[in-house]
Nanobody, 123 residues
């Protein structure tokens, strides 16, 4: 199971750090990712880390502002979000899957999802 937290209301230009605690299994056996879904829009990939620890980066819209990391000892995935913009407002979800050879940017590649945490960025 995945438990995401850390969302909230922040002004544009501010920062937040989201956490996703993995309660079953070890994080270094899962491909992990962050997705988000803004009101009225489809879910989109934000970024992620493969089970091996290889960070495949972030989507272009957040590149240079968001960073995905993990703490194996704490079995937790993080999303550090800096220079937030109103268009970053969305529900953020963490996702996990134990399969190795999958397309890590696709939602269908993940069998486990957290409950989502809302991030609201005011202008």
């Amino acid at each position: 199971q995945l438990q995401a937290c850390g969302g909230g209301l922040v002004q544009a230009g501010g920062s937040l750090r989201l956490s996703c605690a993995v309660s079953e299994g070890r994080i270094n056996t899962y491909n992990m990712a962050w997705f988000r879904q803004a009101p009225g829009k489809e879910r989109e990939i934000v970024g992620g880390i493969r089970w091996s620890g290889s960070n495949w980066g972030t989507t272009d819209s957040v590149k240079g502002r968001f960073t995905v990391s993990r703490d194996v000892a704490k079995n937790t995935l993080y999303l550090q979000m800096n220079s937030l913009k109103p268009e970053d407002t969305a529900v953020y979800y963490c996702a996990a899957d134990g399969r190795r050879s999958v397309a890590v940017t696709l939602g269908q590649s993940y069998g486990y999802w957290g409950q989502g945490t809302l991030v609201t960025v005011s202008s």
